[in-house]
């Protein structure tokens, strides 16, 4: 392979025997943590732009890790050589698009989120004791942003658009107060798409505290579930509301599947555990329906046309359909600038849109029939490996967590794709691609499945250290 035959004669050369034996080197990978660290915040509160610049530069510094480190190979797994496949589709698209210089725009805004994904999956690959520390930080800042949502609809802060139709609600107590966070841009979407994608790691610091039969760390991780799960609903996101169900949805399959293996069939399953699962499905269905503004934001979505949300949806999605039909094989080209272009001549009068607001039809369009179809195929296989891993006896207990954790995301964030596209936002795509890139780190080694490495004690040493500066 050529890029293995670059790496091996470049490691023998003299420039590279003095990068190795510098002080960056020799620190390269606290430095690439804090880098890591730094990406993974700057989402809370940065511009795009800096979101971006952060992850291009975690990205470079695990490229010149991998090239002056002695004995490093480049080797793709199946599943990234799909992901390989899919940019290919989508630089052919590119080449055929009518507004190249736009779409290139577009393009160099996903090779920076796949080299993102690339780049973790080899820092974490080579220093998967980082794993934990990042699932506690992701955790925290979930906390901090439901805290903020939910302030925001308590207070009724003022929306900054019109993001609500209510002209069908008399009562202005039906009226939901749409929380947005500290994200940029300001859009209730975008926090709800954010805090989708992050209550899969709050699963994950759930599931370790509870292996290391941590009782406050559970309390701790519990906390921080409830607030953010009551903090999507502050926001008023309805496609975020079916990625939240999704989530449940999946997340209950899979106890009850554990409970039903454990102890056989549901009656033999202990009181305590039905207790459970029955007390939060009676909280689910209290907050939906005693809390009258979240149950007007419900029902709305069955009303179709009446509501002008969802109307100037499904115009969008009529004229996005067309635009697949005309360029179903190459596509339009990526990028909402590119698509604003080109969507003009399909879209009704007044109805104009940056985007298809499907994640699945978004791909279709700006790429076509085969990108689509390579990109779930994508994910497809993830899912595959995810099933096959879980049911692997030789993996260690956390690793299962970490991994199912990968399959409540994809679900959670496809589901909530299905009518939305906040999903192709930095905030979302770095830590979207960041829990892929543990799963790879953790199941698949050089194409195949490996037995879990990490012994219990290493692995909880973070968790520790993390209650004696807390004084747990």
Same mark, same amino acid.
């Given at each position: 392979?050529?890029?293995?035959?670059?790496?091996?004669? @470049?490691q023998?050369? /003299?420039?590279?025997?003095?990068l190795?034996?510098?002080?960056?080197?020799?620190?390269?990978?606290?430095?690439l943590?804090?880098?890591?660290?730094?990406?993974?915040?700057?989402?809370? #509160?940065? *511009?795009?732009?800096v979101?971006?610049?952060?992850?291009?530069v @975690?990205?470079?510094?695990?490229?010149?890790?991998? %090239?002056?480190k002695?004995?490093?190979?480049?080797?793709?797994?199946?599943?990234?050589?799909?992901?390989? $496949?899919?940019?290919?589709?989508?630089?052919?698209?590119?080449?055929?698009?009518?507004?190249?210089?736009?779409?290139?725009?577009?393009?160099?805004?996903?090779?920076?989120?796949?080299?993102?994904? &690339?780049?973790?999956?080899?820092?974490?690959?080579?220093?998967?004791?980082?794993?934990?520390?990042?699932? $506690?930080?992701?955790?925290?800042?979930?906390?901090?942003?439901?805290?903020? =949502?939910?302030?925001?609809?308590?207070?009724?802060?003022?929306?900054?658009?019109?993001?609500?139709?209510?002209?069908?609600?008399?009562?202005?107590?039906?009226?939901?107060?749409r929380a947005?966070?500290?994200?940029?841009?300001?859009? *209730?979407?975008?926090?709800?798409g954010?805090?989708?994608?992050?209550?899969?790691?709050?699963?994950?610091?759930?599931?370790?505290?509870?292996?290391?039969?941590?009782?406050?760390l559970?309390?701790?991780?519990?906390?921080?579930?409830?607030?953010t799960?009551l903090?999507?609903?502050?926001?008023?996101?309805?496609?975020?509301?079916?990625g939240?169900?999704a @989530?449940?949805?999946?997340?209950?399959?899979?106890?009850? #599947?554990?409970l039903?293996?454990?102890?056989?069939?549901?009656?033999? %399953?202990?009181t305590?555990?039905?207790?459970?699962?029955?007390? #939060?499905?009676?909280?689910?269905m209290?907050?939906?329906? &005693?809390?009258?503004?979240?149950?007007?934001?419900?029902?709305?979505? #069955?009303?179709?046309?009446?509501?002008?949300?969802?109307?100037?949806?499904?115009?969008?999605?009529?004229?996005?359909y067309q635009?697949f039909?005309?360029? /179903?094989?190459?596509?339009?080209?990526?990028g909402?600038?590119?698509?604003?272009?080109?969507?003009g001549?399909?879209?009704?009068t007044?109805?104009? =849109?940056?985007g298809?607001?499907?994640?699945?039809?978004e791909?279709?369009?700006?790429?076509?029939? &085969?990108?689509?179809?390579s990109?779930? =195929?994508?994910?497809?296989?993830?899912?595959?490996?995810?099933?096959?891993?879980?049911?692997?006896?030789? =993996?260690? *207990?956390?690793?299962?967590?970490?991994?199912?954790?990968?399959?409540?995301?994809?679900?959670?964030?496809?589901?909530?794709?299905? $009518?939305d596209?906040?999903?192709?936002?930095?905030?979302?795509?770095?830590?979207?691609?960041?829990?892929?890139?543990? $799963?790879?780190?953790?199941?698949?080694?050089?194409?195949?499945?490996?037995?879990?490495?990490?012994?219990?004690?290493?692995?909880?040493? &973070?968790i520790?250290?993390?209650?004696?500066?807390?004084? @747990?």
């Open positions: 392979m050529f890029i293995n035959q670059f790496l091996a004669r @470049f023998k050369t /003299k420039l590279a025997s003095i190795k034996d510098s002080l960056f080197f020799n620190n390269i990978d606290k430095i943590f804090t880098l890591l660290i730094a990406t993974i915040i700057s989402t809370t #509160f940065m *511009p795009t732009g979101i971006g610049l952060l992850a291009i @975690f990205a470079l510094g695990c490229f010149f890790r991998a %090239i002056v002695t004995g490093e190979t480049a080797e793709l797994s199946f599943i990234n050589k799909i992901l390989i $496949f899919y940019l290919l589709v989508v630089i052919i698209s590119l080449m055929g698009s009518s507004y190249f210089i736009l779409s290139l725009k577009g393009i160099l805004k996903t090779f920076v989120y796949i080299a993102f994904y &690339f780049a973790s999956v080899y820092f974490l690959s080579e220093n998967r004791k980082k794993i934990i520390p990042l699932v $506690f930080l992701i955790t925290g800042i979930m906390g901090v942003e439901s805290v903020i =949502a939910i302030m925001q609809n308590v207070s009724h802060i003022e929306a900054i658009a019109t993001w609500q139709d209510t002209t069908n609600l008399s009562d202005p107590t039906h009226v939901i107060s947005y966070g500290t994200l940029l841009p300001y859009n *209730p979407n975008l926090l709800a954010y805090l989708i994608t992050g209550i899969s790691y709050i699963f994950a610091f759930i599931g370790i505290a509870a292996f290391n039969k941590d009782k406050k559970i309390l701790t991780g519990a906390s921080v579930f409830l607030l799960f903090a999507i609903f502050a926001t008023g996101c309805r496609g975020a509301y079916l939240l169900f @989530f449940i949805f999946a997340l209950f399959a899979a106890v009850l #599947f554990l039903k293996k454990k102890f056989g069939s549901f009656k033999q %399953i202990k305590k555990y039905k207790l459970m699962l029955f007390g #939060f499905v009676a909280f689910l209290g907050i939906v329906l &005693f809390v009258p503004s979240i149950t007007q934001r419900i029902l709305s979505i #069955f009303t179709l046309r009446k509501d002008s949300s969802i109307s100037f949806r499904m115009n969008v999605y009529e004229a996005c635009m039909l005309d360029n /179903k094989f190459l596509g339009i080209g990526v909402n600038k590119n698509f604003r272009e080109i969507y001549l399909y879209m009704k007044g109805f104009d =849109a940056l298809a607001y499907s994640v699945p039809l791909i279709a369009v700006e790429s076509g029939i &085969f990108a689509f179809i990109f779930f =195929a994508f994910l497809l296989a993830i899912i595959y490996r995810i099933i096959k891993y879980l049911n692997f006896k030789g =993996a260690h *207990p956390v690793h299962k967590i970490l991994v199912f954790s990968t399959l409540l995301i994809i679900i959670s964030t496809m589901a909530h794709g299905l $009518f596209t906040v999903f192709f936002r930095p905030q979302i795509q770095i830590l979207f691609w960041l829990n892929l890139a543990i $799963f790879h780190s953790i199941v698949i080694k050089r194409g195949r499945l490996k037995k879990a490495r990490l012994e219990g004690k290493t692995i909880f040493n &973070f520790q250290k993390f209650r004696k500066k807390l004084n @747990f």
